[in-house]
């Protein structure tokens, strides 16, 4: 089954209560919710107090999608506020099994996430404590950025490892996903396909949602 994970990123924040429920309605399960600091890549975004209120709007799948150096010094702030799964970066953490394990005792899933140049091997060792993989398909940090074709290799390597290691992790695809490259981020093996402009630029989000789950 494939989910959509609107990213929040490209909603209209004077509104972010109404652009939440309208994506709900449109049928999307997950929410994206990029948190960026400045550092880890060149934008900051908005922290854990912003989505804590809408978490009781909705009961969709808080996904966060954490782009912070050494995420484990904010894994609590964003259980607190409601995270029902965090990603954080490979490229982010000195100790990635620690933080995904911090996490997961937290009774929140676990995600890590590779940047486009990193090697897709990386994740072989981690893929008995993944309850997801994020593969991102553009550099992180800005929203409407064009996928990076390359990066589907990348998707296929997880799902390659989920087979091999029959694994149940799932497999999500951030960045630059719209109705026309869908169809291959789907083929590659992604079951989450995040999308940021392609939805909340839209001006049908249903249409646009279902463009996407083909
Ligand atoms: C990029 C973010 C993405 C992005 C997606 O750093 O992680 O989630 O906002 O937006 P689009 O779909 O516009 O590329
Ligand atoms: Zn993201």
């Known amino acids: 089954m494939i989910c959509i994970s609107p990213s929040i990123l490209s909603a209209d924040f004077s509104k972010l209560g109404d652009e939440v429920l309208k994506v709900k309605e449109a049928g999307a399960e997950f929410l994206h919710i990029d948190v960026m600091d400045g550092l880890f890549v060149p934008n900051i975004s908005f922290g854990a107090p912003?989505?804590?209120?809408?978490?009781?709007?909705t009961d969709m799948v808080f996904d966060v999608h954490l782009m912070i150096n050494e995420p484990i010094r904010y894994i609590d702030d964003f259980v607190n506020a409601g995270a029902d799964i965090i990603t954080v970066h490979y490229e982010a953490a000195k100790d990635v099994r620690g933080t995904l394990e911090y996490i997961k005792s937290k009774g929140v899933r676990a995600s890590l996430s590779i940047k486009p140049d990193t090697p897709s091997s990386v994740l072989d060792q981690f893929y008995d404590i993944c309850d997801m993989m994020l593969i991102m398909t553009v550099e992180p940090g800005f929203?409407?950025?064009?996928?990076i074709?390359?990066?589907?290799?990348?998707?296929?390597?997880a799902y390659i490892l989920r087979e091999k290691t029959k694994s149940g992790f799932l497999i999500e695809a951030d960045g630059g996903i719209n109705a026309e490259n869908a169809r291959l981020v789907?083929?590659?093996?992604?079951?989450?396909?995040?999308?940021g402009s392609s939805v909340f630029k839209a001006a049908d989000y249903k249409k646009a949602v279902d463009a996407l789950r083909g």
């Open 143 to 147: 929203g409407g950025q064009k996928l």
């Open 186 to 195: 789907r083929a590659a093996g992604a079951d989450v396909l995040v999308a």
């Open 149 to 157: 074709d390359k990066t589907l290799e990348n998707i296929k390597h």
């Open 50 to 57: 912003v989505f804590k209120c809408i978490r009781n709007l």
